[in-house]
Structures are given as structure tokens and as C-alpha cells.
């Protein structure tokens, strides 16, 4: 019998997708509109200075978030999907994470608390940091990467959906500028409940046995092995974060209080990226290692193609309408941030396909070291426009650093999977090249 419904397993697996995939979209939905109203109420209630302090605080705070997570969102999703079904190598992969976790955030102590008191505008809000990193290290206690890996998105996508719709605490907890150590101490609380939730979840059915006396080793080699995946995804992240902490550090706050509304507006729409990549991770991971190479990039080209021009149709409209979305969030006509939106508008479009070709295709062939080169040439290019146009452009220039970072990242990406699947095509161009000399 043959007709639309003959590959039942097929069918399955589109539902399923298109089903995760909403359930993760409807949470970014929230993400994006919720900050319509959290955001327009902060920027009044604090006060652009105090709100410039604030998102000082946690920029320096998200270096730590770099560093905790540390890519095994990514990482830890590959290497559980082969043993969910194997208690013992996923119990040594369970405790592994953590551990390297739970090193590196000692390994980081002492360096951050040198870094606040050692910087006076760190000092100011240093109560603020410390609170901040609590909610930092509550925040990477959430199994992600298990939930991904037993692909229990639509329960992801409810817990995160709880997160979200919790930010409108902020009304309660702020109700002037000396409040802002309230922040700090309301998403520890947030994150820390948001963690013990997925924990259930995430291990409800599973027999997670106890760590053996290999657990510290095996967390060591886990930091080894995962470098350079950590260090293939801090780029865009790190420069978010430099960038804030350099503005902030040579420019007035109005100018970064202006930066920080476009930077959340357009990091709002980026994330709406994020669902996408989650309900696909699961499926082509599995694709790859089951050595079904073809059918994977067959299943990933359908995917950019339909969800890739959504994107940029999203990012357009964003540049087109930046006055009214400015307008929307911040309460007045800013400008400034109009503009930095407009230079930022299509950072999402960029993001989705570096994603794409990355973590979706470059990592399963085991080619981390080409994502991690890539990357590093998109941060060293940020951090080195940093100092040079940020202090004479202000919030302009740290919004043109973040967008160039990340657009340098793309050729050299989209080169290593085209060497990787048409060796023989790019080699005719290179003969016709030479030949053409």
C-alpha cells in the first residue's frame, strides 16, 4: 500500500519535530513579549543609570555562565543520546558534567572577586556580581542536555515557560533604583527552583547510580575533551559581554542604557532560533551517528531552507519597524538604540545559520577543531574593533563589534562543510582559479 501515511516512523518523526518545535517556539514567543512589558518597566523604575549598572552586573556575571556551561548543552546531548539505555555509562556521563562543573566554578573564585575590587565600576555594584553568580551557578545546574537527549522538549519547553512567565516578579521586587540588589537576589531564587524542577523531570525513570571513586578523574578528562567545543561557542557570548563591560566602562550610561535596550531586543529575537536547533539537535544527532550522512544533510538542507527564510524574513521586519519595536520596549523614541537595533537587526538570521553549520553538521563529523577556528576568528576580530571604535562611536561602535563578530564566523564555517561533502567541486574551482592566472 503506498501513499502519504506508507512510512508511518516517518510521519511520526515530523509530528513529533513539529510538535517540540512548537511547544520550544510558543516558550521564545514568551521570551520575546514578556520583556515588552518587564523591560519598559525597569528603564523607568531604575532609571537609565541604574539600569546601565544593572546590566553591567550581569554581563560580568555571564562570564562565569560561559564558563559553567561550558558547551556540554551541545556536548553532553551527543554523547547521552547512544547510552540512554545504559545506566552505568550514563550515570559516569551524569556525574562527569557536574564535576567538571563544580571545578570550574572553584577554579574561577579567585579571579573574579580580584576582577570586582580591582575595577571601580565592578566595586559600585559588587553585592549586585555576587548575587547574580548564585543565580549564574543555579542556572547550569539545569539538565538541559538530558532533557534534549531523551527528547522531552515539550516538558523543557513547560518548565521554561514557568521561567519566563516568573519575570513578572520584577514588578513586585522593584519599585525604585535602591532595589536593585532585589534583582540580583530574585533570579537566584528563580534560577534555583527553575533547577530542582528539571532535575526531577530530567531524572524521573532513570536509575542513576551513585558516583564511583573515578567520578573527579573522569571530570578532568570531561574538561579535555570538551575544550574545544567550549571554546568554539563562547565567541558570540563572550563579546556580548566584553562589549557591555567596555561601554560601560568608557562611555556615560545613557549611551550604554541605550546600547543594552537594542542588545536586549535583538538577543530576544536570537533566541527565537534557539527551539528550532533544540527539536532538531536530538534527530540529527542520531542521523549522524548512525552513519546515515546522506539523509542527514537531506533532512538539515529542508530545514534551512524553510526555517531559514522565516528567519530572515523575522530580521527584516525587525530593521523595517526598529522605531515602533524601540519605541514599544523602551517607552520613548530612543534614537540611539533605534539605530543600534538597525545595525543589529539581522545578528538572528546570522546566529541561526552559524548554528546550523556548526554544533548541526561540523560537530557530528568530529570537526570541532574547524568551528573552534572559526569562532576564535569572529572573537579576536570583536575584541579587537572593541577598544578602537567603541571609545570613539560609543554605542554605535559596540554594536557594530557584535554584529561584524559574528558575520566573520559564517565563510569560514560554510568552507569546512563544503570541503567536507564536495572535496572534488571545490577542488575544479581551485584548478580553474590557478589555471585562470
Not at 556548526?358 to 579576536?380: A, F, W
Request: hydrophobic share 50%; net charge positive; aromatic share 12%.
Amino acid at each position: 500500500m503506498s501513499g502519504k501515511n506508507s512510512n508511518p516512523g516517518k510521519v511520526s518523526l515530523r509530528r513529533k519535530l513539529a510538535g517540540d518545535t512548537g511547544a520550544l517556539f510558543l516558550v521564545q514567543g514568551l521570551g520575546f513579549l514578556i520583556p515588552l512589558a518587564t523591560l519598559p518597566y525597569l528603564v523607568r523604575t531604575l532609571g537609565t543609570e541604574s539600569f546601565g549598572v544593572y546590566g553591567l552586573a550581569v554581563a560580568f556575571s555571564n562570564f562565569l555562565l560561559i564558563l559553567l556551561e561550558y558547551g556540554f548543552g551541545i556536548s553532553g546531548t551527543r554523547r547521552a543520546v547512544p547510552i540512554l539505555d545504559n545506566p552505568t555509562a550514563l550515570s559516569r556521563l551524569y556525574w562527569s558534567i557536574y564535576g567538571s562543573k563544580l571545578i570550574l566554578l572553584f577554579g574561577s573564585i579567585i579571579p573574579i572577586v580580584i576582577c570586582v575590587f580591582l575595577v571601580p565600576q565592578l566595586k559600585q555594584c559588587a553585592s549586585l556580581i555576587a548575587t547574580q553568580c548564585l543565580g549564574v551557578v543555579a542556572t547550569t545546574a539545569f539538565p538541559l542536555w538530558l532533557l534534549q537527549a531523551r527528547g522531552q522538549l515539550k516538558k523543557l519547553a513547560w518548565i521554561l515557560t514557568l521561567l519566563k512567565l516568573s519575570n513578572f516578579g520584577f514588578f513586585i521586587v522593584v519599585q525604585g533604583p535602591d532595589d536593585l540588589l532585589n534583582l540580583g537576589w530574585f533570579y537566584f531564587a528563580q534560577t534555583t527552583i527553575n533547577a530542582l524542577i528539571g532535575q526531577f523531570v530530567a531524572l524521573k525513570g532513570l536509575t542513576l547510580k551513585f558516583p564511583q571513586n573515578s567520578w573527579f578523574t573522569d571530570s578532568i578528562a570531561q574538561i579535555r575533551l570538551d575544550f574545544d567545543m567550549f571554546a568554539s561557542q563562547i565567541g558570540s557570548t563572550l563579546i556580548a559581554n566584553t562589549t557591555t563591560v567596555v561601554l560601560g566602562s568608557t562611555s556615560p550610561p545613557q549611551y550604554l542604557g541605550s546600547f543594552l535596550i537594542a542588545d536586549r531586543i535583538m538577543r530576544a529575537a536570537t533566541a527565537l532560533a534557539a527551539p528550532a536547533s533544540q527539536a532538531i539537535l536530538p534527530v540529527s544527532t542520531s542521523l549522524f551517528h548512525m552513519e546515515a550522512h546522506a539523509n542527514a544533510i537531506r533532512f538539515l538542507r529542508k530545514y534551512l531552507f524553510s526555517a531559514g527564510t522565516t528567519f530572515f524574513s523575522g530580521c527584516s521586519l525587525l530593521y523595517i519597524f526598529a522605531p515602533q519595536v524601540t519605541a514599544l520596549v523602551s517607552g520613548d523614541q530612543n534614537d540611539l538604540a533605534i539605530k543600534c537595533l538597525r545595525i543589529m537587526a539581522f545578528f538572528p538570521f546570522i546566529t541561526f545559520l552559524n548554528n546550523l553549520l556548526g554544533p548541526q553538521i561540523l560537530m557530528h563529523l568530529n570537526k570541532e577543531r574547524k568551528i573552534l577556528t572559526s569562532n576564535i576568528t569572529g572573537c579576536v576580530v570583536g575584541l579587537c574593533l572593541q577598544p578602537i571604535i567603541i571609545p570613539i562611536f560609543h554605542a554605535l561602535g559596540a554594536s557594530a563589534a557584535i554584529i561584524l563578530s559574528e558575520v566573520m564566523v559564517t565563510p569560514f564555517l560554510l568552507y569546512n562543510v563544503a570541503i567536507h561533502f564536495y572535496p572534488n567541486h571545490l577542488g575544479q574551482i581551485k584548478k580553474a582559479s590557478k589555471d585562470g592566472k
